[in-house]
């Protein structure tokens, strides 16, 4: 199994910025894309931002400019640098990874417990 652990998430006031990291464990073989994804009261689910293992990266519209995603391939991690948030950032953000493990080589996708982030003054 893997486990997705997620940590950093807390109260900002606009303007403010957060750090975000997700550490990936278990029987892990590779480590296809990772990203994080929020989710808002009475909202879908959304992608905020993605990186794959080659560290090519793409972004919601909503957050170009003001976040960024980066990996740590040796460690397994994942981290959102947030800044200039902005009320309408407030959401619960969830990590995922699409993951192989020695135990089920087929990749499949993982999550993690995620983690609230609120923006407000």
């Known amino acids: 199994q893997v486990q997705l652990v997620e940590s950093g998430g807390g109260l900002v006031q606009p303007g403010g910025s957060l750090s975000l990291s997700c550490a990936a464990s278990?029987?892990?073989?590779?480590?296809?894309?990772m990203g994080w994804y929020r989710q808002a009261p009475g909202k879908q689910r959304e992608l905020v931002a993605g990186?794959?293992?080659?560290?090519?990266?793409n972004y919601a519209d909503s957050v170009k400019g003001r976040f960024t995603i980066s990996r740590d391939n040796a460690k397994n991690t994942v981290l959102l640098q947030m800044n200039s948030l902005k009320p309408e950032d407030t959401a619960v953000y969830y990590c995922?990874?699409?993951?192989?493990?020695?135990?089920?080589?087929?990749?499949?996708?993982?999550w993690g417990q995620g983690t609230q982030v609120t923006v407000s003054s």
């Open positions: 995922n990874a699409v993951v192989s493990t020695f135990i089920q080589p087929m990749m499949r996708g993982y």
């Open positions: 278990g029987h892990i073989f590779s480590i296809n894309s």
């Open positions: 990186i794959t293992s080659g560290g090519s990266t």
